[in-house]
């Protein structure tokens, strides 16, 4: 059976060159559903990357009970005193964090851009930030440095440029990197001149925490919900950042998978019609085939390799333009849960490869099941006069 | 002994509201070893019963026995099968696979056999030298005459050697000397290979070349000696 499958296969794929033209539309159409399925996915996957690289399990967030993002939330010098004296603390960065209207380098729109009010305990906090041109904030002076994504996205942000906020000149002074998390897409500056300038006085909007081992982190967060000088609460940075991006996540999925479904039709159809034609081109080689002896199954097996064949062709087409068109390549969207810009790298990963492989498998495979079918079963003699 | 026995066979087919029948109680034997030519107007039934004999379709009633084996009670399955140990089909036209080398459609039937691929090889190569076209194993059929397709397509019928070679209309495509060669071929067949065959043919001159001749008209059999 193995022989007669491989046999009638082989024969199908050899004649592919004699119907190029409407197996191309198959492929051509299913490569189309998995380039934008992967792509779609590899925005959805690199922007809950980006909020969830900047998550430690080392690390907490102290903020405003209740409060649903660091916008909404402050926290006085008391508080920030209190959190500093608990014994799961290591390491501690009260910050500030305000939004200001930045034009985009894409369409020149404004659009909100995180500055974040810090002191050089932020560094310490976070050793995942570098330096990657010019040099650090120097304090008490009106100096921003500018995370790669936000350099990258938004107009002026360039270093030694001077960027306006509040009517005031910033000089851009650095550069930084945080291993592709959502602090690139922000401009940080010292905080006590960005608490004046944004007349914010002595409060902050949160202070991230160092612990001792991620292991405190339960200890920690009960200590600062028990203390009642406090109206804090304390979440592990890896679970704030995965509520953070949670319902754009699923936005970017739910789209991608309904443009996705609405394009896998017009391939299915587009497979559908190839193989049929396809099937219709070799009515009389099939029943020649059926006649010397080979059972239906091994046509039906054949038809299907075929389809199948094409549309894992036409996955991996798609696949690829995926990650050469689009892996790597940086955007922003604004992120709801904290009113800003996030800047982010699509991330085609294999998972997503093999996933555009299978949806083109499994359209090859309903695609190509009824014309193998209508193979399977022609009838002998007429199928034998070409009818 | 009697090679292919049909009994009160009857074939109909089913034209919008109408039934037509082809074959209308055909009884018949052909002997082993036997060159039977089959005549008659289009639509009197030959190619039906043609195929019936090669088990290609179901009869509609009565019986069709192939070396004692009853074919109208054996499934498509069973029928596929048998087909491939039993018969090898000469068409018209040829109907080889524009894809595959001559020595490659040859070898087709023998895909159905347990035989290594060398083998396969060897049989190929040996029915290619029966029918002369050992040095056209390369071809493809678009390289090749009518009249030497119509050679690959015999040396494809009997590369699996089969009992009985099934021939429907194997001149009708071809010129006169063309034809001849290939019935001199189909002679040899039979004289020197001991095929039985049994050939539809519109062409009075390829039924001389039978050693019996059956004449059909309106689904009946109408015998005379060749």
Redesign the interface.
């Known amino acids: 059976m193995l022989a007669q499958i491989l046999a009638v296969t082989w024969m199908n794929l050899r004649s592919l060159p004699l119907r190029l033209g409407s197996s191309s539309v198959v492929v051509v159409g299913i490569a189309g559903v998995v380039a934008v399925l992967v792509t779609l996915l590899a925005m959805a996957g690199g922007f809950s990357a980006a909020l969830e690289r900047g998550g430690s399990p080392e690390r907490a967030l102290v903020q405003r009970a209740g409060a649903n993002s660091e916008m909404s939330s402050t926290l006085n010098p008391e508080d920030v005193r209190i959190l500093s004296t608990m014994p799961e603390v290591a390491a501690y960065s009260p910050e500030l964090y305000v939004v200001a209207d930045v034009p985009k380098r894409s369409n020149r729109q404004p659009a909100n851009l995180v500055i974040r009010g810090v002191r050089s305990d932020a560094f310490a906090v976070r050793p995942e930030i570098e330096i990657v041109a010019g040099r650090a904030l120097a304090p008490g002076k009106r100096e921003l440095i500018a995370g790669r994504g936000a350099a990258a996205e938004f107009l002026g942000i360039d270093l030694g440029a001077k960027v306006d906020l509040r009517n005031n000149d910033w000089t851009v002074v650095g550069l930084f990197t945080a291993e592709g998390s959502a602090y690139e897409s922000e401009l940080w500056a010292d905080l006590p001149v960005a608490q004046s300038a944004f007349r914010r006085g002595a409060t902050v909007q949160s202070v991230r925490v160092r612990l001792t081992s991620a292991d405190a982190l339960e200890a920690f967060a009960a200590r600062v919900e028990d203390d009642r000088r406090l109206e804090l609460e304390a979440l592990g940075e890896e679970e704030f950042y995965a509520g953070q991006s949670k319902s754009m996540d699923a936005l970017i999925r739910g789209f991608g998978y309904t443009v996705a479904v609405i394009m896998a039709f017009g391939a299915f159809f587009a497979a559908l019609n190839t193989m049929f034609t396809a099937v219709s081109a070799r009515t009389v080689e099939i029943a020649t085939l059926r006649a010397l002896g080979f059972g239906g199954g091994a046509v039906l097996a054949s038809v299907m390799a075929e389809a199948t064949g094409l549309a894992l062709l036409g996955g991996a087409l798609g696949g690829a333009v995926a990650y050469f068109g689009f892996n790597g390549f940086t955007v922003s969207t604004l992120n709801n849960a904290s009113f800003s810009q996030v800047a982010f790298d699509f991330a085609v990963t294999p998972e997503l490869l093999i996933l555009g492989l299978l949806w083109a498998l499994g359209l090859g495979l309903v695609g190509g099941l009824l014309p193998a079918a209508q193979a399977a079963r022609l009838p002998i003699v007429t199928a034998l006069r070409g009818e | 002994m009697a090679l292919v026995r049909c009994q009160d066979l009857q074939k109909s087919f089913v034209k919008g509201r109408e039934t037509v029948e082809v074959l209308d109680g055909i009884n018949l034997e052909i002997q082993q070893g036997d060159f039977l030519a089959l005549m008659g107007p289009s639509g009197s039934g030959k190619t039906t019963l043609l195929?019936l004999i090669?088990g290609?379709?179901h009869p509609s009633a009565g019986a069709v026995e192939v070396g004692g084996v009853p074919l109208n009670e054996m499934s498509?399955?069973q029928l596929?099968?048998w087909?491939?140990?039993n018969i090898g089909?000469v068409?018209q036209f040829y109907?080889l696979?524009?894809?595959?080398s001559a020595q490659r459609n040859v070898e087709?039937?023998l895909?159905?056999t347990p035989l290594s691929s060398r083998q396969r090889k060897a049989n190929a190569a040996t029915a290619l030298k029966i029918v002369g076209l050992e040095d056209r194993a390369k071809h493809k059929p678009g390289e090749l005459s009518g009249g030497q397709q119509q050679r690959v397509a015999i040396a494809?019928a009997i590369v699996a050697d089969p009992t009985l070679l099934v021939c429907d209309e194997p001149t009708g495509d071809l010129d006169r000397e063309t034809a001849d060669e290939i019935l001199s071929l189909l002679e040899v067949l039979n004289q020197e290979h001991g095929k039985t065959i049994i050939m539809v043919t519109h062409d009075p001159k390829a039924a001389e070349r039978a050693a019996q001749v059956l004449r059909m008209d309106k689904g009946r059999l109408a015998q005379e000696a060749a």
């Open positions: 195929n090669g290609l379709d498509a399955r596929a099968k087909r491939a140990e089909f068409f109907n696979l524009p894809v595959l087709l039937p895909l159905l494809r």
